[in-house]
């Protein structure tokens, strides 16, 4: 079941270590029942290396909140230029993705075989996930013992804005892989820059942030546009626009998209 995603960015871990009893006792009370998670942070799997499990570490200093300006080296790609390959833009964004974790990519055709995309009506966000953790596998579960990436419904903004926080500058990933965690989402064309008013489902990989105004007007995420002329696009490889614009395309795909709930991939 995908988890419902509203939620606030993670809060500070206690360091007080006689508060581990009854943490220890309380989180006993969680079973099979347990609530969906409600945040990014509780979402994560648990393990995580440097961790003890489920239990805070209180022996390891909380960290510190993750800075508002962040980027993640990424490299550009193009679709084919021909209308068989229209609806490729999950495809284009995983290929976008994929391009911090290893050199060289996987080609189009082999992602768009991972994923299972329908050229005639593209791909779920479900599909995506199960793709870029597919094709992640041999960099990351060797390292992490799972997989990075997890898909989610995210009905509110400060969900998505925790989660492109939160990975674009993930320690973890850093210390481990020395890069930072892209962001995907999902999202309608037709009040996105370079595609005219045509209005599409559409996939594109978050690979920058400027969050230091706390402002929707005024903070700007970057993201890469990877479909050709044919599919719609006109324009450079790289845009940068608000978060406001950003959460107006996002809503309107929660909107003319409800059969995909999957519109975060973190």
Same mark, same amino acid.
């Given at each position: 079941m995908i988890p419902e995603l509203s939620g606030s960015p993670r809060r500070r871990r206690s360091r007080v270590a006689a508060a581990a009893p009854l943490l220890t006792s309380?989180?006993?009370?969680?079973?099979?029942?347990? #609530?969906?998670? @409600? @945040?990014?942070?509780?979402?994560?799997?648990?393990? %995580?290396?440097?961790?003890?499990? %489920? %239990? #805070?570490?209180?022996?390891?200093? &909380?960290?510190?909140?993750? &800075?508002?300006?962040?980027?993640?080296? $990424? +490299?550009?790609?193009?679709?084919?230029?021909?209308?068989?390959? +229209?609806?490729?833009?999950?495809?284009?964004? @995983?290929? $976008?993705?994929?391009?911090?974790?290893?050199a060289p990519t996987p080609d189009v055709e082999t992602v768009a075989r991972t994923t299972g995309l329908d050229p005639r009506s593209g791909e779920t966000g479900a599909q995506a996930v199960a793709a870029v953790n597919s094709l992640l596998a041999p960099v990351v579960?060797?390292?992490?013992?799972?997989?990075?990436?997890?898909?989610?419904?995210?009905?509110?903004?400060?969900?998505? %804005?925790?989660?492109? +926080?939160?990975?674009?500058?993930? #320690? $973890?990933?850093?210390?481990?892989?020395?890069?930072?965690? #892209?962001?995907?989402?999902? @999202?309608?064309?037709?009040?996105?820059?370079?595609?005219?008013?045509?209005?599409?489902?559409?996939m594109i990989t978050v690979f920058a942030a400027d969050l230091r105004h706390g402002d929707p007007a005024l903070d700007t995420v970057t993201y890469m546009e990877t479909p050709s002329a044919i599919a719609g696009y006109s324009g450079p490889d790289s845009r940068t626009i608000t978060v406001a614009a950003l959460w107006v395309a996002m809503r309107q795909f929660l909107t003319d998209s409800p059969r995909d709930p999957v519109n975060l991939i973190f």
């Open positions: 309380l989180l006993a009370l969680c079973g099979c029942g347990a #609530p969906a998670a @409600t @945040t990014v942070d509780a979402a994560r799997p648990a393990g %995580l290396p440097g961790t003890s499990g %489920l %239990l #805070p570490d209180l022996a390891t200093a &909380p960290a510190l909140p993750p &800075p508002a300006i962040a980027e993640v080296e $990424v +490299r550009p790609f193009h679709e084919p230029g021909d209308y068989a390959h +229209r609806n490729y833009c999950g495809a284009g964004a @995983t290929e $976008v993705l994929l391009s911090a974790w290893e579960r060797p390292v992490l013992g799972h997989d990075r990436y997890q898909g989610a419904h995210a009905t509110g903004l400060d969900t998505v %804005l925790a989660a492109i +926080r939160a990975d674009l500058s993930d #320690p $973890v990933a850093i210390g481990l892989f020395g890069h930072g965690v #892209p962001v995907m989402l999902q @999202t309608m064309t037709r009040s996105m820059p370079g595609w005219n008013g045509w209005n599409a489902t559409h």
